[in-house]
């Protein structure tokens, strides 16, 4: 008997009943060209081994492992999550992330502007938009469960970024409804992305509201940067106490 | 509730190496497949509820980080992959590329079909069954067996002509 290659393959794979092997078996001993062909494919099994084992002993990125640690973490200290609903809010930001591009000319305006008036709650240093004024002090003590509708800054979801910085939403109420997202970095929060705020956005109110009245360019940004899921208020406070420093 | 017991959480981070080993066969290149297996770990985390403790774990998010390669990173890698020259053993690496390092076969593996790279990454690397290969992919098992006999047959030709240039 001659083994089809599909046969000398599954026999390699450890594929093949106790039967078949032993008739492949057979025709090796009979035939050393099957032997030879069979030696092929262990040798390329061997190779893929040999060079993606490595792999294995690689130290895993600690911000995986981290992703898996907290979310069996959860309960220990008895925390509810803020966002239950998940599963339909990222949908929702999908869906609105595909208007972003009608907003950049407006972001755009808003970075010029912030230039022009260096008391504004967005200013520009080394190259970067940066918090100042009311607004960095806001992303710095405010706690988005403490805030009352009057103040001018309002927080909104809190969370981490892939790069494991703290990264906070935020809305200003004086300056033309302006809201954008703002990540810490050494020292100061770093605006990713600010726009004019969509007054039709408000229109999705079944959603929470910190994450409704953002511009649909921010969602993305915020869909974008996000690991895993926003902070809930114990680990905002915790954050807060930080100093918002990653690696906590 | 938390998304994950503690039980199926340390068996989760001891199933890392292997997720991200079958995502380097994957995706190729560290950074994607590092971003592939966080993908696949939210995923798996936002209906953590499928599972319960004894449950097979490996199949369950080797068949996850599958289904995020193909919605998510496999049109990224596609975009930034490097172009590769037709003769591999006559390649000069680009340091800034990130691929320097690959070797024959991993390269031989990227220029695999998507379908013949998948089987062969669950089958030959992560030693997976035919049946649960099938599974992963939803496919029948023939299926299975045809792409892993095309894929074989053209890495052995590709690392064929690598070993005579060699010679």
């Known amino acids: 008997m001659n083994p089809s290659d599909e046969t000398l393959m599954a026999y390699a794979d450890g594929e093949l009943d106790a039967a078949t092997r032993k008739q492949v078996e057979a025709s090796m001993a009979a035939d050393p060209q099957v032997a030879r062909r069979l030696a092929a494919h262990q040798a390329l099994r061997s190779q893929l081994h040999a060079s993606f084992d490595k792999v294995l002993e690689e130290p895993v990125p600690p911000h995986l492992i981290a992703l898996v640690r907290s979310a069996a973490k959860g309960s220990e200290v008895g925390q509810v999550l803020q966002f239950p609903r998940k599963q339909a809010q990222r949908r929702a930001w999908l869906q609105w992330s595909s208007l972003a591009a009608s907003f950049v000319l407006g972001a755009l305006l808003w970075q010029l502007a912030s230039r022009m008036y260096p008391t504004a709650p967005i200013t520009e240093s080394k190259g970067a938009l940066v918090a100042s004024g009311a607004l960095a002090r806001a992303l710095n003590s405010r ?17 981490r970024s892939r790069q494991g910085a703290y990264c906070r939403t935020f809305q200003l109420r004086d300056t033309a409804a302006t809201a954008g997202l703002a990540c810490h970095g050494d020292d100061d929060w770093i605006v990713q992305v600010a726009a004019r705020a969509d007054a039709s956005a408000t229109a999705h109110s079944q959603y929470r509201q910190a994450a409704s009245t953002l511009p649909p360019m921010v969602l993305e940004a915020v869909q974008e940067a996000i690991a895993g899921d926003p902070l809930d208020a114990g680990a905002e406070a915790q954050a807060r106490a930080a100093g918002w420093r990653a690696g906590h | 509730m938390p998304p994950l017991s503690e039980a199926l959480s340390v068996e989760l981070v001891e199933l890392l190496p292997r997720l991200r080993r079958f995502a380097r066969a994957l995706a190729g290149n560290m950074s994607d497949a590092d971003d592939l297996v966080q993908i696949a770990i939210e995923r798996a985390l936002s209906r953590a509820e499928q599972l319960h403790d004894g449950a097979p774990l490996a199949g369950w998010m080797f068949g ?34 990130g691929q320097a390092l690959l070797l024959p076969v991993q390269q031989a593996l990227q220029r695999l079909p998507d379908e013949q790279r998948e089987v062969i990454g669950l089958v030959l690397i992560e030693g997976l069954s035919y049946r649960e290969a099938a599974q992963i992919i939803d496919v029948p098992i023939g299926t ?4 892993l006999a095309r894929g074989r047959e053209a890495l052995q030709a590709m690392l064929g002509d690598v070993e005579q240039e060699r010679a």
């Open chain 2, 64 to 97: 996850i980080l599958r289904n995020a390669w193909i919605d998510e990173v496999r049109g990224r890698a596609r975009r930034n992959r490097v172009f590769v020259p037709e003769e591999l053993g006559a390649q000069v690496p680009d340091p800034s590329s």
């Open chain 1, 143 to 159: 706690l988005a469960s403490q805030q009352t509708a009057s103040d001018p800054v309002q927080i909104g979801v809190s969370f």
């Open chain 2, 144 to 147: 299975v067996t045809s792409r």
